[in-house]
DNA sequence: GTTCGATATCGAAAACTTTCGAAAATGAAT
DNA sequence: ATTCATTTTCGAAAGTTTTCGATATCGAAC
């Protein structure tokens, strides 16, 4: 059941099919409406990967998520299904590809096998190979993050740096004097992941500023790792008040610390950081954070790419998002300060 | 770049170079050498839509999940990334579809414009609009859960009806007399979602063999609800002394609650049900649970697809998993029995 | 009754790969 | 040198849609 078979039923040629349905040439009303009947009648629907060869183009975005080894946490899921349904609210489909390193088949798959239009490239790093192999194959693509030197590239990020900067302020205000980051992962630290850096650098440049004594740790994105990792501040660094974080999915396993410590959030410890809404409310107490607004990044970055790939030669954009911190109960004043 | 570039480069016919990329029929080894050589220094990849166009299939499969309004949950998520990764292993791509109910354009797309191989279907009702929609369109589809009656259909699925009768008989021999199933929402319910229906049915059936009283309880997907369920419980059935689950994405809240009433698990309290491995290891104690393998089923449901896509006329197959129930700490005696 | 200008429709080419049947080349055997 | 069987390569068709240039149709104007 193809463009030719309607066609024929029709009584009208292929062209005039296509044009009645793309409506790009006047076709009179007359034959409009007997194609459409016969369309309806049948249930046609164009051939995709014929019109993507016809067209040039795929209306379909590869959406390019860390591997499923490193356990997806809940912002990155809740961004793929907000990428999803703003895609699909452009007519336009996803496709996943699962890649973290640098050779990746699926990855290959996706840039050079012309599949989609172009590509969103989440939890990239500071210096990223993918960002050259997706600039080298001249694909438009959007990246979550920024790379070091962004100037002529397309992203969306969180400003991290903002935020953690406000975060110290926020608790240098209260009166605590001895502050922890919890970041995430040694291996994403290592790897170069810019959210994790950048937080470090406004953290300690922050409490230097504010006269307030800083450590930071990295931490697994587990809750057990939470557990462990909070014990190990309240070791190391026993006058230690409060914390910053960064590291959603550690936070249930620092709830359990506290509790087994015996730590009233907030009257003896404060905590906050940038944390998505949800799990902040889910904290108990609900906790001040910057919400990490994930569904706001994925329209966004849809709407770069597609902006994109309209106008290939336009001059590339970008959106730093700086989400308010909401305040709820999780910070307080130093005890005793 | 495409495929007559590489041949006239070579010194072929573009058949020759079809044949030496799939080996479908053989080439001498020198021409062969020469074909990869050019294929290697211009990175040629076939042109995924043409190769569609002319293959008649796509190498894609579609995944069709629950659209992003309604929250994933965390098992949902890990199953998503599973399917990705086992499709990758066998060279193919993911389509990903968000589609609750009866029409939907992006599953519409997905089904009738020939864009994927197969489908699998997460998340289907006992009866299914999507699962009518796929048989009539004659695509290839596997559902995770099964439909009421499944006799000509694929499918994976986790045996809940058994795994609860095990829990439910499991607490029976501790000693507790009134119990309670913490099922999941009761719009999943209303809508005929079957692991809900299985898991009710299950578990009053098996309390009557055992002759203990049951009651059962819906509760929305996230934490908050859990609190508010588990204080209903309380007020309403104060004599129960232990409840089993199959909503995972309450279970922080359950905990939360269970803390607040000033309940110990399992010294005052028993709890169990199916949760997959990293979120009972999470809980506080350990749960004592059975698994939902989510990539074990994904791993299924790939290989069950690519099966049916590879004989069509193939008999209907489908996996029942019954996996472990895993002996962790949350179930104990009930108290002064 | 031509010619003009629109408007509506058509045929063919283009997009790129795979596959089939046939042709060419090779080597061995007579 | 001719034949035969194999092996290797080629040309053309098929798959479906879109798009471009061209033709057909029509009414109006001269």
Redesign the pocket.
Known sequence: M???EIAKRA??????V??A??G?????A??AQRINDVIAELGYR??AS??A????RTRTFGLVIPPASTRLTDVQLAFVASVVEAAAAHDHDVLLSPSGGDHDRSFERIVTGRRVDGVILMEILLQDPRVERLTSAGLPFVTIGHVEHPAASWWVDVDYSGLITHCVRHLADLGHSDVVLINRSDELVAAGYGPALRATTAFTETAQECGINAHTVCCADEPAAGVACFEDIRTRWPEVTAAVTINEAALPGVQRALHSAGLDVPRDFSLTGVIADRLAEDFHPPLTAADVPAGDMARLAVDLLLEQIGDPSATPRHSMLAPAITLRSSTGARRGA
Chains 1, 2 share one sequence.
């Open positions: 193809n463009i030719g009584g009208v040629s292929r062209s005039t296509s044009y349905l793309s790009k040439r006047p076709v009179s007359a034959t164009p051939n014929a019109r060869l016809a067209e040039g």
